[in-house]
C-alpha cells in the first residue's frame, strides 16, 4: 500500500482474495473513505473475514490491487481464545494492544490502556479475571484492546455475535460513540443486518463468490438486493 496524500485509506480494485493462491472473491472493488462506517454482510463462509483479513495484511490479495495509505489498525477477532488456564485479568487482556503487529510504532502506557478501558465502560472490571467475563464485558475489553493501537480504522469480526439484544445495542451506541468522538473508520463484520443499519454509510454483501457495494440506502432497496442476490433482505 501507498502512503501519505490525498486519496483513500483502503481501495480493493479488481482484487481476487483468498489463500494459498485460490481466490474466494473475485472482480472486488471497494473503496473506504476517512469517515466511513462499513457493514460487510453475508452467510458464514462466504468470505467476509477474507475481506478483513486481506486489508489487514494478514493475507495477500491473489490477484488485482489493494493500495491506500496504510492506517494504523485496532482489530477485534471474532473470537478471542485465550486459554482460561492462564488468569489474564481485562486490563492485561487490553495492555496487548499496545504492540500488536498492526500499530508497531504505538507503545502506550498503562494509563493511556486504562482510558481505553474507561472509554469502552469496562474500567470497573479491569482487574478481574478476562475468562470470567460475559460476552458483552469481553467485546468491551476487546474493544478496548483495539483502541491502544489508537486506530485510525477500527475493524470488527462479529462484534455482536452470541450477544442478546440489549447488550448489541448498548456495544453499537458504544461503536457510534468511539467513531465520533476518535473521528474512527470502521468495517464491522455481520451476518445480518439489524439495528446498525441506521449507523453504516456503507453495505457490502458477498455472496456467491461476489462482492456488491454501495451505500447503506442503496443497498438496502428491494430493487437493489433483488438484481444482485435475487432475494430478499
Given amino acids: 500500500m501507498t502512503k501519505g496524500g490525498a486519496g483513500p485509506l483502503l481501495r480493493f480494485k479488481n ?3 483468498g489463500y494459498g493462491g485460490a481466490p474466494l472473491l473475485t472482480k472486488v472493488d471497494l473503496t473506504v473513505e476517512a469517515g466511513d462506517f462499513w457493514g460487510i454482510l453475508g452467510h ?3 468470505g467476509k473475514t477474507t475481506i478483513l483479513k486481506t486489508a489487514l495484511g494478514l493475507i495477500p490479495c491473489v490477484d488485482g490491487e489493494l493500495t491506500g495509505k496504510t492506517p494504523r489498525f485496532g482489530y ?3 473470537k478471542e481464545r485465550l486459554d482460561p488456564l492462564y488468569p489474564l485479568s481485562a ?3 487490553a495492555e496487548m494492544g499496545a504492540c500488536r503487529e498492526f500499530a508497531p510504532f504505538r507503545r502506550a502506557g498503562r494509563e493511556d490502556v486504562r482510558r481505553c478501558l474507561t472509554e469502552c465502560g469496562a474500567a470497573s472490571f479491569a482487574g478481574r479475571r478476562f475468562s470470567g467475563l460475559s460476552g458483552g464485558q469481553k467485546q468491551r475489553v476487546l474493544i478496548a484492546r483495539a483502541l491502544a493501537a489508537e486506530p485510525e480504522v477500527l475493524v470488527l469480526d462479529e462484534p455482536l455475535a452470541g450477544i442478546d439484544i440489549t447488550t448489541q445495542k448498548a456495544l453499537l451506541d458504544l461503536l457510534k460513540g468511539l467513531k465520533d468522538k476518535r473521528s474512527l473508520t470502521i468495517m464491522m463484520v455481520s451476518h445480518r443486518v439489524g439495528a446498525e443499519k441506521e449507523m453504516l454509510t456503507h453495505l457490502a454483501w458477498v455472496e ?5 457495494v454501495g451505500p447503506t440506502a442503496e443497498m438496502l ?3 437493489r438486493l433483488s438484481e444482485v442476490f435475487k432475494t430478499e433482505l
Fill in 15 to 17: 482484487a481476487s482474495l
Fill in 91 to 93: 486490563l492485561a487482556v
Fill in 44 to 46: 458464514n463462509g462466504s
Fill in 221 to 223: 432497496s428491494k430493487g
Fill in 208 to 212: 456467491d463468490g461476489r462482492v456488491a
Fill in 76 to 78: 477485534v477477532p471474532q
